[in-house]
């Protein structure tokens, strides 16, 4: 294919993916001074990679930050009304307390609900402070295939950037404490209310489920606690997350300018606000449902890539495989498939991993509409995102560099294979 030969010809640039990442190291929050700034500078450096201004779109948009500040506190707040309530009325009497857990799960239901689509919800028109940000998108059309038939591959980072009480790390510790003491509890909890109510006498084991329900209990509640105090703030430079994205999607642009595909239409997108719910794709995919056919449509989504300051092992490139305790989900096998060829095939390390609470970044509108979505990041980058320490000499251009070869041959083994 042509596409290969030129491919084999074009050479990224180390330093210039690195100047990026530079270029774009300073607090950029949504709805702040800082992230307007990067939304000029994004646009700037479109074009000096090539393209027209026409070719450039800003895409205004508002959105609450209820889903991103308010909606974390209330959840803790309820959890910990939830707990006393489960503590009273488990020594009075047990039915009550199947009531009050039922009663709550009906209101959790109800966010959870409004959380699918946080951009047009409730929640977030009524109890939320409205901020203006803007997405820099370009698009590249298929050279051949016309606009309804063509398929739609998508290269995406976020410009913006936060920081937190908690860095990243400790953040992911705490919502898994929570999850899994919660878990824990109710497990606990069934069993003590079956024993409770058994005809036959089970000794001292409901004593020592009592002593489990209460560490269960104080688990939860600690981190239930300290997550209410999670609060956020514009003191990280981001330079991990994300302009180690930024950089690569940036770079992958300057080489598809000048080599568009037969079939897929490109977006190069610098989203923003995903650090206050993902907004910024939200508003990407509902202007553009109409013209995405699934099937046709590959999202391949740059966060956090690279860890300067780890070992090897720990410092490389991967993508977010599958997420959940039981059972499972797995995210986009068809580009998993795809990208873990093109690693392959260009002798590059790339795997795969699975969270066991997800992951909220820009991947999620399209999983939402089951399309191909996959994120590639490098985890041990969370010791240092979400905080003032977050400086370009944390991120690592040669990773930049493979996440790009990466990226490029699995568009193009995409393109070859349009048709099947």
Not at 24 to 53: H, M, Y
Not at 151 to 175: C, E, M, P
Not at 227 to 251: Q, W, Y
Request: hydrophobic share 45%; glycine share 6%; charged share 20%.
């Amino acid at each position: 294919m042509n596409e290969s030969k030129n491919s084999a010809e074009y050479s990224f640039d180390k330093e210039r993916i690195y100047d990026y990442v530079k270029f774009f190291s300073f607090p950029r929050l949504s709805g702040t001074e800082g992230e307007r700034k990067a939304v000029e500078l994004a646009v700037k450096s479109f074009k000096n990679i090539g393209f027209e201004e026409d070719q450039i779109e800003r895409e205004n948009f508002e959105f609450s930050d209820f889903y991103s500040t308010t909606l974390i506190q209330l959840i803790m707040i309820m959890n910990l009304t939830f707990y006393l309530i489960f503590i009273l009325m488990s020594y009075i009497y047990p039915v009550v307390t199947i009531i009050a857990i039922g009663a709550m799960a009906i209101i959790v239901i109800l966010i959870v609900r409004g959380l699918r689509h946080p951009e047009t919800g409730f929640w977030g028109e009524y109890f939320g402070k409205t901020f203006s940000s803007t997405n820099v998108i370009v698009k590249i059309p298929a050279k051949v295939q016309p606009v309804k038939t063509a398929g739609n591959i998508i290269v995406s980072a976020h410009l913006d950037s936060k920081s937190q009480t908690f860095k990243t790390a400790w953040r992911i510790v705490l919502y898994r404490v929570w999850l899994f003491s919660g878990i824990l509890l109710g497990i606990f909890y069934f069993i003590f209310i079956f024993s409770s109510l058994a005809t036959f006498s089970l000794g001292n084991f409901p004593l020592f489920l009592q002593v489990c329900i209460w560490i269960s209990v104080t688990l939860t509640s600690f981190s239930n606690v300290l997550l209410m105090f999670l609060t956020t703030h514009n003191k990280s430079p981001g330079a991990l997350d994300n302009a180690s994205g930024m950089a690569i999607v940036f770079e992958l642009s300057s080489y598809f300018i000048n080599h568009p595909l037969d079939n897929f239409n490109l977006y190069f997108c610098q989203f923003s606000a995903e650090e206050l719910g993902t907004m910024g794709s939200r508003v990407f995919v509902n202007n553009r449902e109409d013209q995405f056919v699934k099937g046709k449509i590959f999202q391949i989504n740059f966060d956090m890539v690279s860890s300067a300051m780890h070992k090897p092992g720990k410092n490389k490139v991967e993508y977010l495989e599958s997420f959940g305790v039981l059972p499972r989900k797995k995210i986009s096998p068809i580009l998993g498939k795809y990208m873990d060829e093109a690693a392959r095939e260009e002798n590059l390390e790339f795997r795969g991993f699975h969270l066991s609470t997800g992951a909220h970044l820009d991947s999620v509108p399209f999983h939402l509409r089951n399309y191909d979505a996959i994120d590639i990041t490098t985890r041990a980058a969370a010791k240092y995102t979400h905080n003032k320490v977050d400086t370009p000499d944390k991120v690592d251009p040669q990773k930049l560099l493979e996440s790009c070869i990466i990226a490029r041959k699995t568009i193009l083994m995409l393109e070859r294979d349009f048709k099947e």
